[in-house]
């Protein structure tokens, strides 16, 4: 259900990692405003079954296969795009992830863990430069490329626009996460410099910084088998005011301001935190 209404009728609307659990909600979302959804997923088959939720409601929605790593695949995705709908009106930047094999075990490091050989410890002097570039890319280097593939046609375009998702990391770093932290940090910071970059020819670019929201490449860290909080999540809940992780829902409004030339055409270069309080505490 749509907090208010926005119209983006007629409006091309691309977004990556659209098979994802808050990145297919926005999918939704904007499909229930009237605009055509392309929806890119590296995994096909979710972002066909978003897709076949928006045409069985009456939207217009197709489902592409892409990697944002790939421009090859990104100008495929794109060529298809454009010759189904036209050319791209808003890019939603949403694929992203982390990797385990560039978290550390521990939150802190300690003297002992220093002569530690056990596998059963990984500190960050074990995290392998290969790991951290693939967490860094496909959060960042994604963004950066998809970006390059369908912005040169929303220049010189009405009511165009980028949205970033970037993260609660990007303003205060996670512990046991430092590349996806960073990346994060780059998603903001590249939203900023490509907000100014593009001003001359009418491309907003913002970005989303949502805080603790349960999706599928979260779950198993947030709950164990039985369902119950995991000690992570419960540290979570615990320097969250509000005292619950976020819905996936409750990034609508943002996300349709955002997008609406009529509601935001001012707005420019902001990144916009939708944590439940967990920015405004300091944990005293």
């Not at 320097?239 to 955002?258: D, I, K, S, V, Y």
Request: glycine share 10%; net charge negative; hydrophobic share 40%.
């Amino acid at each position: 259900m749509l907090p208010f209404k926005i119209n983006l009728e007629g409006k091309n609307i691309v977004i990556t990692g659209g098979g994802g659990v808050l990145c297919s909600e926005f999918a939704y979302a904007l499909a229930e405003c009237g605009a055509n959804i392309a929806l890119l997923d590296i995994k096909a088959e979710n972002a066909e079954q978003a897709a076949k939720k928006i045409t069985d409601k009456g939207g217009k929605a197709i489902a592409v296969q892409a990697d944002v790593l790939s421009r090859e695949s990104l100008s495929n995705a794109r060529d298809i795009i454009t010759n189904k709908f036209g050319t791209c009106d808003i890019l939603i930047n949403g694929a992203g992830g982390n990797s385990p094999k560039c978290t550390t075990t521990k939150e802190y490091l300690f003297d002992e863990d220093l002569n530690d050989t056990s596998e059963d410890i990984v500190t960050f002097f074990d995290l392998m430069p290969e790991n951290l570039r693939f967490v860094f890319d496909i959060n960042f280097t994604g963004i950066f490329l998809t970006t390059q593939v369908f912005a040169k046609d929303m220049a010189g375009k009405k009511g165009c626009s980028v949205l970033n998702i970037s993260s609660m990391n990007a303003f205060t770093p996670l512990t046991k996460i430092p590349a996806y932290s960073a990346a994060k940090s780059a998603v903001s910071n590249f939203t900023q410099w490509l907000a100014v970059h593009f001003s001359k020819v009418g491309i907003r670019v913002n970005a989303i910084a949502p805080g603790f929201f349960v999706s599928n490449q979260n779950r198993a860290l947030l709950f164990d088998a039985e369902g119950n909080p995991t000690p992570r999540a419960n540290k979570i809940l615990s320097q969250t005011p509000m005292g619950r992780f976020g819905e996936p829902q409750e990034l609508t409004g943002a996300l349709l301001w955002l997008c609406s030339n009529e509601a935001a055409g001012f707005v420019n270069g902001i990144i916009v935190p939708i944590d439940g309080g967990f920015s405004a505490y300091s944990g005293v």
